[in-house]
């Protein structure tokens, strides 16, 4: 019961991380690039805190609302493929059985070390279709709070990473000022964002952080040529 408690904390635990990564790595971008963008237009800061703010809710709560109905639809599917699962076990419970071994065959189990185990998922039929469900069609039953945690996740990571950027502009007059101590400051976020997150998920960190930095940095660049071009 301990190690089953635990395994579902680490599942939680990642599902959490994951939408921390969503929330921030867009949290990031977008608002420093539409900042970047808006420097190269006009001089007037307050401008670009009204527009920076602005877009940080907006996004928080388009953000926010895509993770709740994405987890949604997550547990929609789940329970459609556990009520198919469940009318299988009942029509065709040979086929299912044939299904359990073939699985425990690939392990490398043999036909008599399956046996014991096959008799204990037939006198439990939820479990029989929740092993079905993880090892036949990889899903995990889900929490019943998780959309509201992962919209909630999502929308605060988003917030909390958006006003990084635009913190510059609240503090100094001159936006051109702004602009380079708002690139510094978010570059260097992005970094630190990009190292810690291809650590999470056991990638090359130095490798996760420089190709963090190269999006977030590129996207800003652009919005600022482009934004130059059109006042000009």
Do not use: C
């Given at each position: 019961?301990q190690q089953e408690d635990q395994f579902k904390t680490h599942f939680t635990s990642g599902k959490i991380v994951k939408d921390i990564i969503i929330g921030m790595s867009d949290g990031l971008t977008?608002?420093?690039?539409?900042?970047?963008?808006?420097?190269?237009?006009?001089?007037?800061?307050?401008?670009?805190?009204?527009?920076?703010?602005?877009?940080?809710?907006?996004?928080?709560?388009?953000?926010?609302?895509?993770?709740?109905?994405?987890?949604?639809?997550?547990?929609?599917?789940?329970?459609?493929?556990?009520?198919?699962?469940?009318?299988?076990?009942?029509?065709?419970?040979?086929?299912?059985?044939?299904?359990?071994?073939?699985?425990?065959?690939?392990?490398?189990?043999?036909?008599?070390?399956?046996?014991?185990?096959?008799?204990?998922?037939?006198?439990?039929?939820?479990?029989?279709?929740?092993?079905?469900?993880?090892?036949?069609?990889?899903?995990?039953?889900?929490?019943?709070?998780?959309?509201?945690?992962?919209?909630?996740?999502?929308?605060?990571?988003?917030?909390?990473?958006?006003?990084?950027?635009?913190?510059?502009?609240?503090?100094?007059?001159?936006?051109?000022?702004?602009?380079?101590?708002?690139?510094?400051?978010?570059?260097?976020?992005?970094?630190?964002?990009?190292?810690?997150?291809?650590?999470?998920?056991?990638?090359?960190?130095?490798?996760?952080?420089?190709?963090?930095?190269?999006?977030?940095?590129?996207?800003?660049?652009?919005?600022?040529?482009?934004?130059?071009?059109?006042?000009?």
């Amino acid at each position: 019961m301990q190690q089953e408690d635990q395994f579902k904390t680490h599942f939680t635990s990642g599902k959490i991380v994951k939408d921390i990564i969503i929330g921030m790595s867009d949290g990031l971008t977008v608002p420093f690039a539409l900042a970047a963008g808006l420097s190269g237009a006009v001089s007037q800061t307050s401008i670009i805190i009204i527009a920076g703010l602005a877009e940080i809710a907006a996004g928080s709560i388009s953000m926010g609302l895509g993770g709740y109905l994405a987890a949604e639809h997550e547990a929609e599917h789940y329970y459609s493929e556990h009520e198919k699962e469940l009318a299988h076990i009942k029509i065709t419970p040979q086929q299912e059985e044939q299904e359990i071994v073939d699985i425990f065959k690939s392990y490398g189990l043999s036909k008599k070390e399956i046996d014991p185990i096959l008799k204990k998922l037939k006198n439990n039929p939820e479990k029989w279709v929740e092993f079905m469900m993880q090892n036949e069609h990889n899903l995990d039953k889900p929490d019943k709070a998780r959309a509201r945690k992962s919209g909630l996740t999502i929308a605060l990571s988003y917030l909390v990473a958006g006003l990084i950027p635009l913190f510059p502009y609240i503090l100094i007059k001159s936006s051109n000022i702004a602009l380079i101590v708002s690139a510094i400051v978010t570059l260097l976020a992005l970094a630190v964002f990009g190292y810690k997150k291809a650590k999470l998920i056991h990638g090359n960190p130095w490798q996760g952080a420089w190709r963090t930095l190269l999006i977030g940095g590129l996207a800003a660049t652009v919005a600022y040529i482009i934004a130059k071009i059109i006042s000009a």
